[in-house]
């Protein structure tokens, strides 16, 4: 009698000793490398696209597995490095499309004005940001030669491209790709020690290194490279689990301490933008947010009021019978702190602008204020108006905004010192605080309704989570339509107020971590350490492999 082995599809099929998986990947990765033409771009572009889904609201992280090591094999079948940079623009292109595809909404507030603007604005972002990922795969075809060595350069390279992201023409680091593990508060730790740069660095390395395994039947080391392979594997989930578990060990058992003698209310009137944009409407929308602080119950438990982005539509400074309305909000011996525009006037004419926080007391006095330092390109300014006269910027008016300096560190009654950021001055990591003057907490106050029900505002929250962690700071957030929250210094969630809901949070201010993160003291200098480690370590595998 003779015992057959029970086939699971892990077989021998070869001399070699090679796993079914392992010959059907290397078999799939032949045919990837083998595309070319519009398949090749098809491809890639979907790929790209599969890659977003990844990011907030949906998490889907296993398909940057599926993903990342399709970008491999795609680039393993480039002749050149241009044929290389030509995939991974097309991989960056849908990548970017499909992550950044709600700026549309906000050019549809006003479709005859704006509406035609989509496809430049919408897919000339996607190009151009898509440049960064070509960048990457360029660098992959040029430096990595074979084996997991690819897959490190690959990953360093793409990495800095986030952060050349950041600061190219004024800069939009939206949807790095580490914000993928936002959903687990273990995870997101790793940006306290390294920034959301090492999450990135980590992200991509882990996703791509499966593309290893396809490389069984390149040569005739077919067994070396199933060893390879493995290993790399291995190390790269070995790796997230130390990340995983080094960030449970550092959160804290329960919740975090708060300050005491501080309450605060945050209001979230979910205005829509048509309606908050016409002039006729100011006082309706001020005295909507009036009536969600004063009448819903709490209001006598509350120290401090927080408004969002421009919820009062007046220059607050320059009319004091608003700004008296305004001050029946502020809860007795406390503030009100609401975004609105401040503005220079001489003779009688506005000349001058600013997207700001006014922080008001009962008596409607103004006891401080700040001015937004990173505006928006066609939101706030139009960029090269001399040579674009035709186009004007979407919010109101035809005066762009001025720039604040920044970032900056308040001082309010009553309050810890705050670092005030307004809108997407939330976005960019290492560049949130004061670092002579560091605050206490953060306040990030948006309109997020220009997104409309998209995966926009989901994006937006998981960014200021992130800048949380990063510093050891909380933050406290007021959007107009949501998300509105308090987020703790470790970037937990402790109060929520979902997307278009209507009302107030009312929470306790959480304190700051102990001591300075490691990436609030060395800041980007650990992304160059992070990004030579790499390059020593790509150098080290081609020699040894």
């Given at each position: 009698?003779?015992?057959?082995?029970?086939d699971?599809?892990?077989?021998?099929?070869?001399?070699?000793?090679?796993?079914?998986?392992v010959?059907?990947?290397?078999?799939?990765?032949?045919?990837?490398?083998?595309?070319s033409?519009?398949?090749?771009?098809?491809?890639?572009?979907?790929?790209?696209?599969l890659a977003?889904?990844?990011?907030?609201?949906i998490h889907?992280?296993?398909?940057?597995?599926?993903?990342?090591?399709?970008?491999?094999?795609?680039?393993?079948?480039?002749?050149?490095?241009?044929?290389?940079?030509?995939?991974?623009?097309?991989?960056?292109?849908?990548?970017?499309?499909?992550?950044?595809?709600?700026?549309?909404?906000?050019?549809?507030?006003?479709?005859v004005?704006?509406?035609?603007?989509?496809p430049?604005?919408?897919?000339?972002?996607?190009?151009?940001?898509?440049?960064?990922?070509?960048?990457?795969?360029?660098g992959?075809?040029?430096?990595?030669?074979?084996?997991?060595a690819?897959?490190?350069v690959?990953?360093g390279?793409?990495?800095?491209?986030?952060?050349?992201?950041?600061?190219v023409?004024?800069g939009?680091?939206?949807?790095?790709i580490g914000?993928a593990?936002?959903?687990?508060?273990?995870?997101?730790?790793?940006?306290?020690l390294?920034?959301?740069?090492?999450?990135?660095?980590?992200?991509?390395?882990?996703?791509?290194?499966?593309?290893?395994?396809?490389?069984?039947?390149l040569?005739?080391?077919?067994?070396?490279?199933?060893?390879?392979g493995?290993?790399?594997?291995?190390?790269a989930?070995?790796?997230?689990?130390?990340?995983?578990i080094?960030?449970a060990?550092?959160?804290?058992?329960?919740?975090?301490?708060?300050?005491?003698?501080?309450?605060?209310?945050?209001?979230?009137?979910?205005?829509?933008?048509?309606?908050?944009?016409k002039a006729d409407?100011?006082?309706?929308?001020?005295?909507?947010?009036?009536?969600l602080?004063?009448d819903t119950?709490g209001?006598?438990?509350?120290?401090?009021?927080i408004?969002?982005?421009?919820?009062?539509?007046?220059?607050?400074?320059?009319d004091?019978?608003?700004r008296?309305?305004?001050?029946?909000?502020?809860?007795?011996?406390?503030?009100?702190?609401?975004g609105?525009?401040?503005?220079?006037?001489?003779n009688g004419?506005?000349?001058?602008?600013?997207?700001?926080?006014v922080?008001?007391?009962?008596?409607?006095?103004?006891?401080?204020s700040?001015?937004?330092?990173?505006?928006?390109?066609?939101?706030?300014?139009?960029?090269?108006?001399?040579?674009?006269?035709?186009?004007?910027k979407?919010?109101?008016g035809?005066?762009?905004?001025?720039?604040?300096?920044?970032p900056?560190?308040?001082?309010?009654?009553?309050?810890?010192?705050?670092?005030?950021?307004?809108?997407?001055?939330v976005i960019?990591?290492?560049a949130v605080?004061?670092?002579?003057?560091?605050?206490?907490?953060?306040?990030?106050?948006?309109?997020?309704?220009?997104f409309?029900?998209?995966?926009g505002p989901?994006?937006h929250?998981?960014?200021a989570?992130?800048?949380?962690v990063e510093?050891?700071?909380?933050?406290v957030?007021a959007a107009?339509?949501?998300?509105?929250?308090?987020?703790?210094?470790?970037?937990?969630?402790?109060?929520?107020?979902?997307?278009?809901?209507?009302?107030v949070?009312?929470?306790?201010?959480?304190?700051p971590?102990?001591?300075?993160?490691?990436?609030?003291?060395?800041g980007?200098?650990?992304?160059?350490?992070?990004?030579?480690?790499?390059?020593?370590?790509?150098?080290?595998?081609?020699?040894?492999?």
């Amino acid at each position: 009698m003779t015992t057959e082995p029970i086939d699971r599809g892990l077989a021998p099929r070869s001399a070699g000793g090679a796993p079914r998986i392992v010959l059907a990947l290397s078999d799939l990765a032949a045919r990837v490398r083998a595309l070319s033409g519009w398949r090749r771009r098809g491809l890639a572009l979907l790929l790209g696209a599969l890659a977003a889904l990844a990011l907030p609201p949906i998490h889907a992280v296993p398909l940057l597995v599926i993903a990342f090591t399709g970008l491999v094999w795609l680039v393993d079948g480039t002749r050149s490095t241009g044929e290389a940079f030509r995939v991974g623009w097309w991989f960056g292109l849908g990548h970017f499309a499909a992550g950044i595809y709600w700026i549309a909404n906000a050019l549809l507030t006003d479709p005859v004005r704006f509406g035609w603007m989509i496809p430049p604005v919408v897919g000339g972002l996607a190009a151009v940001l898509a440049l960064f990922p070509g960048l990457a795969a360029a660098g992959m075809r040029r430096l990595g030669g074979d084996g997991p060595a690819r897959v490190v350069v690959l990953a360093g390279m793409w990495v800095f491209g986030e952060w050349l992201r950041g600061w190219v023409l004024s800069g939009f680091p939206w949807n790095l790709i580490g914000y993928a593990w936002a959903f687990s508060d273990p995870m997101n730790q790793l940006a306290a020690l390294t920034g959301s740069w090492g999450l990135s660095l980590l992200t991509v390395l882990a996703a791509a290194m499966p593309a290893v395994l396809g490389d069984w039947r390149l040569d005739g080391r077919g067994r070396a490279r199933l060893w390879i392979g493995a290993g790399s594997i291995a190390l790269a989930a070995l790796l997230l689990a130390a990340t995983w578990i080094g960030g449970a060990w550092r959160l804290p058992d329960g919740p975090s301490a708060t300050v005491p003698d501080v309450r605060l209310r945050i209001v979230q009137a979910a205005i829509d933008p048509a309606l908050k944009n016409k002039a006729d409407l100011r006082e309706a929308n001020l005295g909507r947010h009036l009536r969600l602080t004063i009448d819903t119950p709490g209001f006598t438990d509350a120290t401090h009021v927080i408004w969002p982005e421009t919820a009062a539509q007046f220059l607050l400074e320059h009319d004091p019978e608003v700004r008296r309305a305004v001050a029946t909000a502020a809860p007795p011996g406390g503030l009100i702190l609401t975004g609105a525009p401040r503005g220079e006037i001489e003779n009688g004419r506005l000349v001058q602008l600013w997207n700001s926080l006014v922080a008001v007391n009962p008596a409607a006095a103004i006891v401080g204020s700040f001015d937004k330092f990173h505006l928006v390109p066609l939101g706030e300014y139009v960029p090269l108006r001399e040579l674009l006269p035709f186009i004007n910027k979407v919010t109101p008016g035809s005066m762009d905004f001025s720039a604040g300096p920044g970032p900056v560190t308040l001082r309010l009654p009553g309050l810890p010192p705050v670092g005030p950021l307004i809108c997407y001055e939330v976005i960019f990591p290492g560049a949130v605080v004061n670092a002579e003057d560091r605050p206490s907490w953060l306040l990030n106050l948006t309109n997020d309704a220009w997104f409309g029900t998209s995966s926009g505002p989901y994006q937006h929250f998981v960014s200021a989570r992130l800048r949380a962690v990063e510093e050891g700071l909380p933050l406290v957030r007021a959007a107009n339509t949501g998300i509105s929250g308090v987020v703790d210094a470790y970037g937990r969630v402790t109060a929520r107020m979902g997307l278009g809901d209507v009302g107030v949070i009312d929470a306790d201010l959480p304190v700051p971590a102990a001591g300075l993160t490691p990436y609030a003291r060395y800041g980007d200098l650990l992304l160059a350490a992070m990004l030579a480690t790499t390059v020593f370590l790509a150098i080290a595998l081609r020699r040894l492999l």
